[in-house]
């Protein structure tokens, strides 16, 4: 792939899952439920906090989305794991886009929570800013991130780190 697109739709994205996005490597998003954010708004690689990239995804928040229904009934909100979870498909995501190949696996990362996505929030805004990005012998990731809901922060994640496996 020549030019690398800087933004994906909802429709691109489940294309990247089933493996069908032009150029794409062998990493792959997980499919709905699980794949947790809506569209890419920005990918680069050379911005963010540490010039070493970013991306921000969007997620459109109602009350009729699946967890909601499960955590907790009668009590409306978002699992934290879901929102870093969110944060880990990205990682992975940019892995893929730059180049690197093989299969995501989330290595860890430590998140701190000072708010919740409850059924009311209309929209979640993910962002991660890659600290480093190694190529080999294993493609690796190291980012931190951050979940917006409505505007205001609600989570901050430090050292989230991906593993791309089994690539040639």
Known sequence: M????NQFSYEELLAHGRGELPGQMDARL?????????????????????????????????????????????????P?????????????????WSGSRGRGRALGGAIKFTGQATSDIKLLEYRIDIKRHMRSPLPFGIAQGLVK??????????????????GA
Request: hydrophobic content about 45%; charged content about 20%.
């Open 30 to 78: 997980p499919a709905p439920p699980m794949l947790m954010f809506d569209r890419i708004t920005h990918i680069a690689d050379n911005d963010g906090e540490f010039g070493k990239g970013s991306v921000v995804a969007e997620l459109d928040l109602h009350p009729d989305l699946w967890f909601f229904k499960c955590h907790f009934i009668g009590d409306p909100v978002m």
């Open 149 to 166: 809901a409505d505007g205001e922060t609600i989570y901050v994640a430090e050292n989230l780190r991906v593993g791309l496996i089994g």
């Open 2 to 5: 020549t030019e690398r697109a």
């Open 80 to 96: 934290g794991c879901l929102g870093l979870d969110a944060l880990w498909q990205m990682v992975g995501f940019y892995l893929g």
